[in-house]
């Protein structure tokens, strides 16, 4: 099957293949291409160039782009899409002065989903999560990390498990597995980590590594959760199995946490809402990259991550939604770029960057996903025609997607 897509006023993130990152200065350039054609052949990025030289081809299917500007898809690289019913109660609790730290310490939080999700069925897990994965295709999103972590119990991970797996049947978006045994400890374990961490290690592992359910590895790293020392045993026991560590760190407190992820080679350190000097320097020169939720930034009132500084220090960032039921109920990548340019002062060059190439990255997809790249997969947005491409962040409100092809298909 083949799609040519012509008159494209702007296409955005073209790159020659081997790019796999941008970081520092660099992430303030998108290269782009005015007046284009690109052509679609067996979901993958066949050509493109300029309109002078759009090839006669037809058999094609051809869409017309007038007026309007194309992207690669988003690439969400940290969500918790997988989860049961809402947190809709602490939201309204919230409001009336609790924070989540007081919600989490009432059990609520974490602890309140996790009880939710061992209650429901993997059938209906998989039919509430499918919904929220089609309404994020529909927003842009083509490639995208799901974590367990609201089961904490041997069955309700291996259950979150197997529903992202099914899901990365169905649907054509590019999905990567994240197990996030080590999200909170479980009441009965509050007074005796070592039990529940033995659990995670020896029992939930094995289990996932022989129904090979997991990419990576993931460890909410931070004060009142896992510890440091903790979070290390959580990363080496993930290497034997062969799963990479992506580590929830730095969001509440900074405890030198993100020196032992560089030093365990995580993929990612995700949320980094607090970040000292320190840990800046930890990061400079490593292959892990910092990933930014400033949805959940504005979700739950905290701190934005300090975009700013890590870029003048060299660094590359990744944006993502962290869409989950408590901090960010929400897996619009349209609204985080927007956020992080508003809040985090990115321009839109840096935070498209951020939301594509270096989110593919931070999933391992940064050879067949996040730039316009010939070879790499088929996956694009289709904007309404715009002014320019300033407006996606400008007109946050606004819906600007005309249309949505993951893996050559329109969705
Ligand atoms: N911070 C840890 N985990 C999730 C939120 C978990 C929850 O409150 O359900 C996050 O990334 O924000
Ligand atoms: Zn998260």
């Avoid at 730290?101 to 509430?128: H, M």
């Avoid at 927003?139 to 041997?154: D, F, M, N």
């Avoid at 259950?159 to 996030?180: D, G, H, Q, W």
């Avoid at 980590?193 to 590895?217: F, G, Q, R, T």
Wanted: charged share 25%; glycine share 6%.
């Amino acid at each position: 099957m083949k799609i040519l897509i012509k008159n494209i006023k702007e296409l955005l993130q073209v790159r020659e293949d081997g790019i796999e990152k941008v970081s520092g200065k660099d992430m303030a350039v998108l290269p782009s291409l005015q007046n284009a054609f690109l052509l679609i052949e067996n979901n993958i990025i066949a050509d493109y160039g300029s309109m002078e030289k759009c090839p006669d081809v037809i058999d094609a299917n051809t869409i017309d782009a007038t007026g309007k500007t194309v992207l690669p898809a988003w690439c969400d690289s940290h969500t918790h899409i997988v989860y049961a019913g809402n947190r809709e109660q602490e939201f309204v609790d919230r409001i009336n002065g609790l924070s989540y730290e007081e919600i989490a310490s009432r059990g609520g939080g974490i602890l309140n989903s996790a009880k939710k999700l061992n209650e429901t069925s993997e059938e209906d897990l998989y039919l509430q999560s499918r919904s929220r994965l089609e309404e994020v295709m529909q927003q842009g999103t083509g490639a995208v990390e799901i974590k367990s972590g609201y089961g904490l119990t041997v069955d309700g991970e291996l259950k979150m498990l197997r529903v992202i797996k099914r899901l990365r049947e169905e649907y054509p978006v590019a999905i990567k597995a994240t197990f996030l045994g080590a999200h909170a400890f479980p009441t009965e374990y509050k007074e005796n980590h070592s039990a529940y961490i033995d659990l995670i290690v020896k029992e939930m592992l094995p289990k996932i590594a022989e129904e090979k359910l997991a990419d990576y590895i993931d460890a909410f790293l931070e004060t009142g959760y896992f510890s440091v020392e903790e979070t290390e045993r959580i990363m080496e026991a993930g290497k034997k199995y062969g799963l990479q560590a992506k580590i929830h760190v730095n969001q509440f407190t900074a405890i030198k946490g993100i020196e032992a992820c560089v030093k365990h080679d995580a993929l990612s350190v995700d949320h980094l809402e607090i970040v000292t000097d320190e840990d800046i320097e930890a990061l400079k020169g490593t292959k892990t990259m910092p990933v930014a939720l400033p949805t959940c930034s504005f979700f739950i009132s905290i701190p934005y991550t300090p975009a700013r500084k890590m870029m003048e220090a060299g660094l590359p960032l990744a944006l993502a939604t962290d869409f989950n039921p408590g901090t960010t109920p929400s897996g619009n990548m349209n609204l985080v770029v927007a956020t992080a340019c508003i809040k985090m002062k990115m321009t839109p060059e840096e935070a498209i960057n951020a939301a594509t190439i270096n989110g593919a990255y931070a999933m391992d997809l940064a050879k067949t996903h996040g730039s316009i790249t010939k070879g790499k997969r088929a996956n694009l947005i289709i904007t309404k025609p715009l002014t320019s491409y300033y407006q996606l962040p400008y007109a946050f409100g606004s819906n600007l997607i005309d249309s949505v092809i993951i893996e050559g298909q329109m969705i």
